[in-house]
């Protein structure tokens, strides 16, 4: 029933930013922790960030804590990531996603989740 919808993909230059959003379609969002994940090109899929549905609480990965930042606005039923001082590693085709259990676990099971996007693919490359 809940269709995850991301966009906000791109090229970019190293140092660089973006804006993902994911927009939930059937359902609202307001009592779902939402997920973001990435898998790189012969990389298994890592948790990169989550924002809890029940009190806003906010994870991130350690390797993108400081430059990325989640949020969500129920108004438009739309979650965010935003992404700074972009690396080549954070290379990835990026998936938002409704982790089972909500964001405690979120990192350690990066397929246990119940709904996903289609994908939007993040490059950073000179």
């Known amino acids: 029933q809940l269709q995850l919808v991301e966009s906000g993909g791109g090229l970019v230059q190293p140092g660089g930013s973006l804006r993902l959003s994911c927009e939930a379609r059937?359902?609202?969002?307001?009592?779902?922790?939402i997920a973001w994940f990435r898998q790189a090109p012969g990389k298994e899929r890592e948790g990169v960030s989550c924002?809890?549905?029940?009190?806003?609480?906010?994870f991130y990965a350690n390797s993108v804590k400081g430059r990325f930042t989640i949020s969500r606005d129920d108004a438009k039923n739309t979650v965010y990531l935003q992404m700074f001082s972009l690396k080549p590693e954070d290379t990835a085709v990026y998936y938002c996603?409704?982790?089972?259990?909500?964001?405690?676990?979120?990192?350690?099971?990066?397929?246990?989740?119940?709904?996903w996007g289609q994908g939007t693919q993040v490059t950073v490359s000179s």
């Open positions: 059937g359902r609202t969002l307001e009592h779902y922790a």
């Open positions: 924002i809890s549905g029940s009190d806003g609480s906010t």
């Open positions: 996603a409704t982790p089972r259990g909500g964001c405690n676990f979120f990192s350690d099971y990066p397929g246990l989740s119940d709904y």
